[in-house]
T-cell receptor, first 116, second 112 residues
Framework: AQSVTQLDSHVSVSEGTPVLLRCNYS??????LFWYVQHPNKGLQLLLKYTSAATLVKGINGFEAEFKKSETSFHLTKPSAHMSDAAEYFCVVSPPPRDSNYQLIWGAGTKLIIKP | EPEVTQTPSHQVTQMGQEVILRCVPISNHLYFYWYRQILGQKVEFLVS????????KSEIFDDQFSVERPDGSNFTLKIRSTKLEDSAMYFC??????????FGNGTRLTVT
């Protein structure tokens, strides 16, 4: 069975400081992992994805995430927060290989708050 | 410009009324999905659609829900008789083989 846990419901950082959004997963297979971002009143946008290639994945807007199998983690980081990063972030897991169905398992989300 | 366009962006309806939410993928894709997100809660899977038929659905997707691809382009989610608890953001997503899901901007459904 697959599951994903986002350890913090809210994270608050000052503009210009590093961001860390934590995600742990449980999977009986080597999963594919994603981070999606949802800005207020907007749709879900893919930030980055891990699909068993490089363990350090670079995404859009300066975000990156590192897949650590030993820790079953896929934490999202950014060196310097910007006000426009304020949004809700979802860690998502899916089981490979892909068959005819493709059901994502969603974390509960982490709301990132940026203080000026 | 989003690769998936959802209309309307906001729908207000009275309890018991039927609503149709529309999704227009810009190019041909293999797989389509509907998800919903009740305010303050997790994103929930509703249904997946492959080769013009439902391939998987969740417990939420009961008899009051249906999906269609009526003209080979639009992908619709119909809720036959809305309830207050159907108020949520509804997201359409498309996917090609081995690629992540790409979502539309969502339709906010408010049932009064």
């Amino acid at each position: 069975a697959q599951s994903v846990t986002q350890l913090d419901s809210h994270v608050s950082v000052s503009e210009g400081t590093p961001v860390l959004l934590r995600c742990n997963y449980s999977s009986s297979y080597s999963p594919s992992l994603f981070w999606y971002v949802q800005h207020p009143n907007k749709g879900l946008q893919l930030l980055l994805k891990y699909t068993s290639a490089a363990t350090l994945v670079k995404g859009i807007n300066g975000f990156e995430a590192e897949f650590k199998k030993s820790e079953t983690s896929f934490h999202l980081t950014k060196p310097s927060a910007h006000m426009s990063d304020a949004a809700e972030y979802f860690c998502v897991v899916s089981p490979p290989p892909r068959d005819s169905n493709y059901q994502l398992i969603w974390g509960a989300g982490t709301k990132l708050i940026i203080k000026p | 410009e989003p690769e998936v366009t959802q209309t309307p962006s906001h729908q207000v309806t009275q309890m018991g009324q039927e609503v149709i939410l529309r999704c227009v993928p810009i190019s041909n894709h293999l797989y389509f999905y509907w998800y919903r997100q009740i305010l303050g809660q997790k994103v929930e899977f509703l249904v997946s659609f492959y080769n013009n038929e439902i391939s998987e659905k969740s417990e939420i997707f009961d008899d009051q829900f249906s999906v269609e691809r009526p003209d080979g382009s639009n992908f619709t989610l119909k809720i036959r008789s809305t309830k207050l608890e159907d108020s949520a953001m509804y997201f359409c997503a498309r996917q090609d083989s081995n690629s992540p899901l790409h979502f539309g901007n969502g339709t906010r459904l408010t049932v009064t």
